[in-house]
C-alpha cells in the first residue's frame, strides 16, 4: 500500500504529459536505459522532481524494498526513516545523506539506492518562439536543448533569460557558449523555470575572406572591428583590404539602402565604424584583382563529355583568371575540356590591345597541348582574348553540278568524291572538267590536291553552245522589250 502511495504521483505525471504536444527529437526520444545511464554517470545531475528510486535494506536478516518519487516541492519520502529536502543536491550527495538516515535509525540496514528512472517535468517556453507553452524537459536538458528548433527567425541568442520558481531571472549567452564553450550560459534547466526569448537586436552578414563567415547577432557595444576580428575570427591571407564593402539595405540616407567602401592600411588598426541591423560586410579577394584572358569562338561553357551538340557551333566566352607571368600552355590545359570538336586549335590567335593598335598574334593551341617540339608559347597579359576559330567538317560544291550544297567531309579524298556527291557535271554546262578549288582561308588549290574541311569546289560553266544559247535568249528578250516600247510610241505619238 506504501509504495502503491509513491508511485501515484509518478503515474498522474506520466498520463499529463500524453496530453501535451511532444514536439520531435524531444527528451522522450531518449531511451529510459540510456536516461539513467547519463545521470548516474554526469556528476553534474540534480535529484529532480519526478525521479523514481528504489532503496534496498535489510533489517533483522530480512531484505526489504522502498520505492520512493521525488515530489514537486523537493522533498522525498523515506518511510519510516523519515523525509530529505533534495533541492540543488547531487547524486552521490543524496546517497550519502539517505545512508546516513538509514544508520542513523539501524546501523545494519547498508541501504542500496538505485536510480529506477530519471524524472520528466514542464518548464515553459515564451517570447519570439514558434509556439509560447509548456516544453517536456529532465535534469540533464540544457537551455539550448529548449530553444532548438523553437525560435523564430527574429529571435535573439545572445539575450535569453532564464527565470526559477521564485522568481530569480538570469540572462543567457548561447553564442558564447557556443563560440567560448560558456558552459554557465547555456545552463541546465530546472522545474518550474520559465524561458523567455528576447528578439534581436542587431543581426549582421559576414561574407568573403573571413575565416568564419556567418550571420551574426551582435551586442550593442559591437563595432566593425569585433565583428571581423572576434565574430569572423580575423582575416584570410586574401583579405583585400582596401575595399571593405558595407551595404546598409535599410537606411534613412535611402530609401533603397546604400553602400560604402572602407580601405584599412594599419594591419592592426581598424577604423572606429558602427554597424546598424541587418548590415552586411563582405571582405573581398585578392584574388578578384588578378588578370584576365577571355577565350571565345569555339569553346563549349560547360565542358567535359556534357556538352549538347546544339553548343557546337555556338560562339561562346570563357574567363580565365591567371597571376602575372602565367603562359598560354597552363590556360589551354586548364580549359582543355572546353574545347569542341568544331574547334579549330591550329588556327587560334591572340586579339591584343596595344598602344599602337590591335595585335593578332597567331597560336598553335593544338601543338601546346601534343607538347611539340618548337611550338612557341605565348605569356599572357591582361584582357588579352583568344579567339578559337570554328572547324566545320563539311565541302561546299556548287556550279555546274546537278545538286549543289553542302557535303560531310571524308578524309583523303579529292574533288571528285565531293562533285559525285553533288550527282556529278552537268555536261551540257560544263567540258573539260573545269573547276576552281578554294580553301578556307580562300588560297587557290590544285586539282589532285586532296579535299581539306571547309574547301570549295567551283564547276564552272564554259561549254560554248550553253553559253551561246543563254546569249541568245538575252538578246531575244532585249528586242521584245525595245519592240514593244518603240510600238506604244507609235499608238500614243509619243
Known amino acids: 500500500?506504501?509504495?502503491?502511495?509513491?508511485?501515484?504521483?509518478?503515474?498522474?505525471?506520466?498520463?499529463?504529459?500524453?496530453?501535451?504536444?511532444?514536439?520531435?527529437?524531444?527528451?522522450?526520444?531518449?531511451?529510459?536505459?540510456?536516461?539513467?545511464?547519463?545521470?548516474?554517470?554526469?556528476?553534474?545531475?540534480?535529484?529532480t522532481p519526478g525521479d523514481r528510486y528504489q532503496i534496498l535494506y535489510s533489517i533483522q536478516g530480512s531484505l526489504h524494498s522502498l520505492d520512493c518519487v521525488v515530489g514537486s516541492d523537493y522533498k522525498v519520502s523515506l518511510g519510516m526513516f523519515g523525509s530529505l529536502e533534495v533541492k540543488n543536491t547531487d547524486l552521490s550527495n543524496f546517497r550519502s545523506r539517505t545512508e546516513e538516515m538509514f544508520r542513523s535509525v539501524d546501523p545494519n540496514t547498508r541501504p542500496i539506492i538505485e536510480l529506477k528512472s530519471p524524472g520528466l517535468f514542464l518548464v515553459h517556453l515564451e517570447g519570439e518562439v514558434l509556439e509560447e507553452g509548456p516544453v517536456i524537459a529532465w535534469g540533464l536538458t540544457r537551455l539550448s536543448d529548449i530553444v532548438r528548433n523553437r525560435i523564430t527567425s527574429f529571435a535573439s541568442q545572445r539575450d535569453i533569460e532564464v527565470i526559477d520558481t521564485e522568481g530569480n531571472a538570469r540572462k543567457c549567452d548561447l553564442f558564447l557558449a557556443k563560440r567560448a564553450g560558456r558552459t554557465d550560459q547555456d545552463p541546465y534547466i530546472k522545474a518550474g523555470d520559465r524561458i523567455r526569448v528576447h528578439r534581436v537586436g542587431k543581426e549582421v552578414t559576414l561574407s568573403g575572406e573571413v575565416r568564419r563567415p556567418g550571420i551574426y547577432q551582435l551586442l550593442p557595444s559591437d563595432r566593425l572591428a569585433q565583428l571581423i576580428e572576434l565574430y569572423g575570427d580575423g582575416l584570410t591571407p586574401l583579405a583585400d583590404r582596401t575595399q571593405i564593402l558595407i551595404e546598409r539595405p535599410v537606411s534613412p540616407a535611402s530609401p533603397l539602402g546604400e553602400a560604402r567602401y572602407i580601405a584599412v592600411t594599419e594591419l592592426d588598426r581598424w577604423p572606429d565604424i558602427e554597424l546598424s541591423h541587418l548590415d552586411r560586410v563582405t571582405i573581398p579577394s585578392m584574388l578578384e584583382k588578378r588578370a584576365v584572358v577571355f577565350f571565345e569562338g569555339a569553346v563549349s561553357v560547360q565542358g567535359g563529355a556534357a556538352i549538347p551538340p546544339t553548343e557546337y557551333e555556338v560562339t561562346n566566352q570563357l574567363r580565365y583568371s591567371f597571376t602575372p607571368g602565367t603562359r598560354l600552355s597552363t590556360a589551354i590545359r586548364a580549359l582543355k575540356e572546353h574545347f569542341t570538336q568544331v574547334s579549330d586549335l591550329s588556327k587560334a590567335y591572340i586579339r591584343r590591345s596595344t598602344k599602337e593598335g590591335e595585335l593578332r598574334i597567331p597560336v598553335n593551341i593544338e601543338d601546346l597541348l601534343l607538347m611539340?617540339?618548337?611550338v612557341v608559347d605565348v605569356e599572357l597579359l591582361n584582357g588579352d582574348f583568344v579567339i578559337i576559330p570554328f572547324r566545320q567538317y563539311f565541302v561546299t560544291v556548287s556550279g555546274a553540278v546537278q545538286n549543289p550544297g553542302r557535303y560531310p567531309y571524308v578524309p583523303d579524298r579529292t574533288w571528285r568524291y565531293y562533285v559525285n556527291l553533288a550527282g556529278g557535271i552537268d555536261k551540257s554546262r560544263n567540258s573539260r572538267e573545269a573547276l576552281e578549288i578554294t580553301s578556307k582561308d580562300e588560297r587557290k588549290k590544285e586539282k589532285d590536291e586532296f579535299i581539306e574541311p571547309e574547301d570549295k569546289i567551283y564547276v564552272e560553266t564554259n561549254d560554248f553552245v550553253y553559253n551561246l544559247s543563254r546569249t541568245l535568249n538575252i538578246i531575244g528578250n532585249i528586242a521584245s522589250v525595245v519592240t514593244m516600247v518603240l510600238g506604244v510610241i507609235v499608238i500614243f505619238g509619243f
Open 372 to 374: 611539340r617540339e618548337g
Open 1 to 47: 500500500m506504501i509504495r502503491l502511495i509513491h508511485t501515484l504521483p509518478f503515474i498522474f505525471f506520466i498520463t499529463l504529459l500524453r496530453l501535451i504536444p511532444i514536439p520531435a527529437q524531444s527528451v522522450l526520444d531518449i531511451p529510459l536505459p540510456e536516461r539513467v545511464s547519463l545521470a548516474l554517470s554526469n556528476p553534474h545531475y540534480l535529484v
